[in-house]
């Protein structure tokens, strides 16, 4: 069968027209650790594949019989560390489904270190945690 050239030319325009096809929404952002406010943010898997070498994000939660505790811990590309510290049976929880493809973000009290907000998301628009 021959396709005609005004055909050709109609497919090519449509593809003009619509524009090329995406992937899918993508999110790609530093890690981010700022004393002054408090706060930490970032996605496990870029820091993990972060060329710098340098930042970090992660969580840990431990237990013992009825009592259970966890903590969160951020380094930026220029080596600001931050952390904070949790013994509430609901941000233990949280943390406990940090993933290593998990978006994260928490604050703290400065004056103590303790938790004071746990953010946890998951979804398909954060790259997946490479080797």
């Known amino acids: 069968m021959k ?8 497919a090519v ?25 408090s706060y ?6 870029n820091a993990r594949a972060s060329s710098n070498n340098v930042e970090r994000l992660s ?12 903590s969160c811990y951020a380094r930026n590309a220029a080596g600001t560390s931050v952390s904070c510290l949790t013994d509430d049976p609901g941000m233990v ?16 009290n400065p004056s103590t270190g303790r938790c004071t907000m746990i953010m946890v998301s998951n ?3 954060y790259a997946p945690k490479q080797p």
């Open 3 to 10: 396709t005609s050239r005004p055909a050709i030319l109609g």
């Open 59 to 70: 969580c840990s939660a431990s237990a013992l019989p009825g009592y259970g505790y966890a």
């Open 93 to 108: 929880n949280l943390i406990s489904s940090v993933k290593g493809d998990s978006e994260l973000y928490f604050e703290w």
């Open 40 to 45: 930490a943010s970032g996605q496990l898997a």
């Open 123 to 125: 979804g398909s628009s």
């Open 13 to 37: 325009a449509m593809l003009l027209v619509t524009g090329a096809a995406y992937g899918g929404y993508r999110v790609n952002y530093a890690t981010m650790a700022v004393p002054a406010s």
